[in-house]
């Protein structure tokens, strides 16, 4: 099993929580390095985003949605493209 961290955290980010990709899916680890949501979502060129208002971009099945820092998902995976939230609005294309 290999995991690795991808990129660095986003100042704006709302959480402390890092993205990693084990066997093609993306999850989050803490500072500790624990997973905090197990890699599950689908492997993205590092599109998957970091967490703003609470809320982080994932993709299933070659479409966005939003999950908590749970890993539940908030906003079904319906878009073609999901942007971060700001002001509790999101750019999404349907």
């Given at each position: ?68 820092k749970h890993g539940r998902m908030r906003l079904p ?6 942007c971060w939230f700001r002001d509790d609005v999101a750019?999404?294309?349907?």
């Amino acid at each position: 099993m290999t995991i690795r961290l991808l990129w660095t955290k986003d100042p704006r980010s709302s959480a402390s929580l890092f993205r990693i990709v084990q066997d093609g899916k993306v999850g989050f680890i803490d500072g500790a390095g624990r997973v905090v949501v197990a890699p599950q979502f689908d492997e993205d060129n590092c599109e998957t985003g970091d967490f703003s208002e609470g809320l982080a971009t994932v993709k299933v099945e070659d479409k966005w949605g939003y999950i908590d820092k749970h890993g539940r998902m908030r906003l079904p995976a319906i878009y073609d493209h999901a942007c971060w939230f700001r002001d509790d609005v999101a750019l999404v294309y349907p």
